[in-house]
């Protein structure tokens, strides 16, 4: 299965269904840390958020099915950063999430990667044993980074 996953450009026609993924991905997250999942306020947030990242933002695809979101940028320090990899339910679990992060890994093995995450969810497991560290945390969110391999 997951040697059919692609990665594919995000576009507008994407915006209802990325919504509907990290909406599915951090509500539970969101009403952990704040009490609330209030839809008008989310949807807004969402809004910023995607003018914000997507030049950089990809629709993960199996069999050009539409399965998942990405996206990742470069920052000002040099590092890469790592902001969202959402799989819609009945994908999870089968390594794709995986798959996805090893070409992230792969590709941007000359300098660091940043990626962060509500303490809540169990995926620090998957990114300690890619070989991130801790390396800061807010009040929701553990902060990790994968250094570069020297090679």
């Known amino acids: 299965m997951i040697e059919h996953i692609k990665l594919r450009k995000y576009n507008n026609n994407d915006y209802t269904f990325v919504y509907e993924i990290k909406k599915n991905a951090y509500k539970k997250y969101v009403e952990q840390c704040w009490g609330v999942y209030v839809e008008e306020e989310q949807q807004e947030y969402f809004k910023n958020f995607i003018n914000q990242v997507k030049e950089n933002a990809y629709i993960i695809q199996y069999d050009n099915k539409n399965i998942g979101f990405y996206n990742g940028k470069i920052l000002k320090n040099g590092n890469y950063e790592i902001g969202n990899i959402c799989i819609v339910p009945?994908?999870?679990g089968k390594g794709i999430g995986t798959k996805i992060l090893k070409g992230i890994l792969e590709k941007y093995s000359n300098t660091n990667i940043?990626?962060?995450y509500f303490k809540q969810n169990p995926v620090g497991i998957l990114y300690e044993r890619l070989g991130f560290e801790k390396?800061?945390?807010?009040n929701f969110h553990y902060q990790m980074i994968k250094y570069k391999t020297v090679k």
């Open 135 to 138: 390396s800061g945390e807010t």
């Open 90 to 92: 009945e994908y999870q």
């Open 114 to 116: 940043e990626i962060q």
